[in-house]
């Protein structure tokens, strides 16, 4: 118990002695007069590219195999 509570201050304690502070993280401005190109917002449907496939029976897998080999002696 005690370990878990050193382990738990240990930071806390590191952190105190920490010779600058963090930087302030504040948005500028004028960020919000400059100029942005942002394309506008518009809905695309996540089906709009779908279209309906049926099984079909495979092929022979030896003329496929014979068509994609390299030309030439295998060895």
């Not at 502070?21 to 809905?43: E, G, H, K, Q």
């Amino acid at each position: 118990m005690n370990l878990k509570i050193l382990v738990a201050a240990l930071p806390l304690f590191a952190s105190g002695c920490a010779a600058t502070l963090p930087p302030d993280v504040i948005a500028s401005s004028d960020l919000a007069v400059t100029p942005a190109d942002v394309r506008p917002v518009t809905y695309y449907s996540p089906v709009s590219g779908y279209t309906h496939r049926v099984p079909v029976d495979p092929k022979p897998w030896r003329n496929q195999n014979d068509a994609q080999a390299p030309e030439g002696d295998a060895s």
